[in-house]
């Protein structure tokens, strides 16, 4: 588990689209394997970040990039050192648009897990450096993320986005289907089983070997996911959690300690 010491938060728009944008230092703990619906750009400010990702360990020092492209599970803080960072959350479509304006004719997935190019690191850090002062102008940060992205898409995209994670077979990929659909809520395995066809052993083993996780933990993540964005948007903690089909405020505070390594107080932006 996660000994996040402090955090800060805000939205901010990005080339108008919303991203968030974090300060964090963590203790020598780590934190649980998961993933994001976006992705996961930070420059390592202090420390190692040691993380599992793409069945390798990847270990990024201080001055260098930790990236994870959207539903790659990973994990972090592997190290036991004391670490920050500073880490931007980029939906999609963001470098879709700037891919399709640069005419990178490419599916957007990103190498490795570390980027430690000299230039792509100054441009991040250019980057943040005017994301987290006090109402940084729109013009120069649109500038600065173009700037800093439109070098990770020339440098540093994957060759071929097939080799970084295993094909989805059917069993996995319907099993997936259900849970994403009903967002991870009131799915059983025998659920599972039953509509995919497969014992729910089968189950398990066709969706850990697809995406790293358990039928479980993903449907966990899922839950996090939308209370994160229920919370985000203005709805209280307590009101979310239910929602999102946890038991209480309690038990998401418990959970999305041990997967995310932060509580849902630390969710609502510090502007």
């Given at each position: 588990m996660s000994d996040m010491k402090s955090r800060s938060a805000r939205i901010?728009?990005?080339l108008n689209h919303p991203c968030e944008v974090i300060k964090a230092d963590f203790g020598t703990s780590s934190f649980d394997r998961h993933f994001h619906d976006s992705f996961s750009i930070g420059l390592v400010t202090r420390?190692?970040?040691?993380?599992?990702?793409?069945?390798?360990?990847?270990?990024?020092?201080?001055?260098?990039i930790c990236i994870?492209?959207?539903?790659?599970?990973?994990?972090?803080?592997?190290?036991?050192?004391?670490?920050?960072?500073?880490?931007?959350?980029?939906?999609?479509?963001?470098f879709q648009a700037l891919s399709f304006e640069a005419e990178i004719p490419t599916e957007i997935a990103f190498q490795n897990g570390c980027i430690t190019d000299r230039e792509s690191c100054l441009h991040l850090s250019r980057m943040f450096s005017t994301l987290l002062v006090s109402n940084p102008g729109r013009a120069r940060v649109d500038e600065l993320a173009i700037l800093a992205f439109m070098h990770l898409l020339n440098h540093h995209l994957a060759c071929d986005r097939h080799t970084s994670r295993p094909e989805v077979g059917p069993t996995a990929r319907h099993a997936i289907e259900i849970m994403t659909d009903h967002r991870g809520k009131g799915?059983?395995?025998?659920?599972?089983?039953?509509?995919?066809?497969?014992?729910?052993?089968?189950?398990?083993?066709?969706?850990?070997?697809?995406?790293?996780?358990?039928?479980?933990?993903?449907?966990?993540q899922l839950r996090i996911a939308r209370a994160k964005k229920l919370v985000r948007e203005g709805t209280s903690i307590a009101e979310a959690a239910v929602e999102a089909g946890f038991s209480d405020q309690p038990h998401l505070t418990r959970v999305m300690k041990r997967h995310m390594g932060i509580t849902p107080g630390r969710l609502l932006p510090e502007i």
């Open positions: 901010q728009t990005v420390g190692m970040n040691s993380f599992s990702y793409r069945k390798q360990q990847v270990d990024v020092p201080a001055g260098a994870a492209d959207p539903g790659e599970v990973h994990d972090g803080g592997l190290a036991g050192n004391p670490w920050s960072y500073l880490n931007i959350f980029v939906p999609m479509s963001l799915v059983s395995l025998e659920q599972l089983a039953n509509e995919t066809g497969a014992s729910r052993y089968a189950v398990i083993r066709a969706v850990s070997a697809a995406i790293g996780i358990t039928p479980v933990t993903y449907m966990t």
